[in-house]
């Protein structure tokens, strides 16, 4: 993983750094290092998605939900992804990575993130994730009872607008329990 170092730093300065709700958007701010650029000299379109995770990171850790998670076993996973490329961060330059929860539906949570220069966006992903312990798969309903032990508000409607719906459930492959034969 080309960004563990940035993780571990991520997490210890989010230990500093103001509070949050889940619900609110995290912002870190990033230089664009050799390590994350390309022969074009920009950030690669794959470390995009290494770097957004620091986002992710940084809005758990800010809300209670990293160290909390983390003592129930309860790990991160991310089940689909979808980027979008308008601008590229170029090398050396410095931008924010911002991130917010969307809602969720029966089996995810999905995140937007964006790479942001200046005011401007330059790259937005939107992505789907879980929570999984060694039982399998843990509940939103686990998920938001802990948020709630953590004092945080649940707002009544996190539910995700049907085009994003659409997007996780036609991009999914089938369940690790199903045959995934490689046929052309």
Same mark, same amino acid.
């Given at each position: 993983m080309?960004? =563990? ?13 103001s ?30 998605l ?11 850790a800010?809300?209670? =939900? ?7 076993g ?8 979808? =980027?979008?490329?308008?601008?590229s ?6 931008f ?12 995810? =949570? ?25 039982q ?37 492959l ?11």
């Amino acid at each position: 993983m080309y960004v =563990i170092f940035r993780t571990l730093m991520t997490l210890l300065r989010a230990r500093r750094r103001s509070p949050l709700t889940p619900w609110e958007t995290s912002t870190i701010t990033l230089r664009a290092l050799p390590t994350d650029v390309d022969i074009a000299m920009h950030v690669n379109n794959g470390q995009y998605l290494s770097l957004f995770d620091l986002g992710r990171f940084d809005l758990m850790a800010r809300a209670g =939900i990293w160290k909390q998670m983390r003592g129930r076993g309860w790990s991160p996973v991310v089940q689909s992804e979808q =980027i979008t490329f308008r601008r590229s961060v170029t090398f050396m330059t410095r931008f924010e990575i911002h991130t917010r929860i969307l809602g969720l539906d029966e089996k995810s =949570i999905y995140f937007e993130q964006r790479a942001v220069v200046d005011g401007e966006i330059y790259v937005r992903a939107q992505i789907a994730t879980r929570l999984v312990s060694a039982q399998g798969p843990v509940s939103n309903e686990q998920i938001l009872e802990m948020i709630r032990e953590l004092g945080h508000e649940v707002p009544e409607d996190l539910s995700v607008d049907e085009e994003l719906r659409c997007w996780r459930e036609s991009a999914a492959l089938p369940s690790s329990r199903k045959p995934a034969p490689n046929v052309w």
